[in-house]
């Protein structure tokens, strides 16, 4: 089974500074997706990156940027210039990449909660 | 908003009692798949449906079901409560196989249960 750990329960930043989140994650697939979810106090689940496995290419969504690194499954996510309305919980999420029996579910980490200070 | 709506927002039922919670996809998702988030247990998937059909089961009790209806809106059953079950619940929905980015997720703002 997948597991994806997030060993940072919590990481504070400066504002309109630059913030790198951490996950590692155990797979034997080679085909997969990661995700990172953000979950500010309102609680809706926000998805803010992907990463197919299959691309090289590190995904990059205007201030969110991922560190992909496949061989070391490890799966990083860095929000530059910081915001106040960056303060939330951060998952990161696996999802294999078939779609059969439980193939399409997103396996979690505990999360990491960003304080965003002025 | 990510187009995937949930009903209650919140929901308070004694301890024995059975409670609905129902969720809308966005227009065209196929998928729909039910979380269940707590302190304890942090965020599991629960179950998957396909097109009304169930597709795949995660750690979901035997005292909690759930159905997707032909217009592709779903309802998780949830019976003989326990205190154990006061959690977030959302509901999550995908393309499916058939076009879009059918691996993303996309969820709704979740149904608060509290069972006293």
């Known amino acids: 089974a997948q597991t994806v750990t997030q060993s940072q329960p919590e990481m504070s930043v400066q504002e309109a500074e630059t913030v790198t989140l951490s996950c590692t994650y155990d797979?034997?697939?080679?085909?997969?997706?990661l995700f990172w979810y953000k979950q500010p106090p309102s609680r809706q689940m926000i998805l803010v990156i992907r990463?197919?496995?299959?691309?090289?290419q590190n995904a990059t969504e205007n201030r969110f940027s991922v560190n992909f690194q496949k061989a070391a499954k490890s799966f990083s996510l860095k929000i530059s210039d910081s915001q106040l309305g960056d303060a939330a919980m951060y998952f990161c999420?696996?999802?294999?990449?078939?779609?059969?029996?439980?193939?399409?579910?997103?396996?979690f980490g505990t999360g990491t909660r960003l304080q965003v200070t002025l | 908003d990510s187009g995937v709506t949930q009903t209650p927002k919140h929901l308070i039922t004694a301890t024995g009692q059975r409670v609905t919670l129902r969720c809308s996809p966005r227009?065209?998702?196929?998928?729909v798949y039910w979380y269940q988030q707590s302190l304890d247990q942090g965020l599991q998937f629960l179950i998957q449906?396909?097109?009304?059909?169930?597709?795949a089961k995660g750690n979901i009790l035997e005292r909690f079901s759930a159905q997707q209806f032909p217009d592709l809106h779903s309802e998780l059953n949830l019976s003989s409560l326990e205190l154990g079950d006061s959690a977030l619940y959302f509901c999550?929905?995908?393309?499916?196989?058939?076009?879009?980015?059918?691996?993303?997720?996309?969820f709704g703002p979740g149904t608060r249960l509290t069972v006293t």
């Open positions: 999550a929905s995908s393309v499916g196989v058939a076009g879009g980015r059918p691996y993303e997720q996309y």
């Open positions: 227009s065209g998702d196929l998928s």
């Open positions: 999420a696996y999802r294999s990449g078939g779609y059969t029996g439980t193939a399409s579910k997103l396996t």
């Open positions: 797979t034997s697939e080679s085909d997969y997706y």
């Open positions: 990463q197919e496995a299959y691309k090289q």
């Open positions: 449906y396909y097109n009304g059909e169930e597709r």
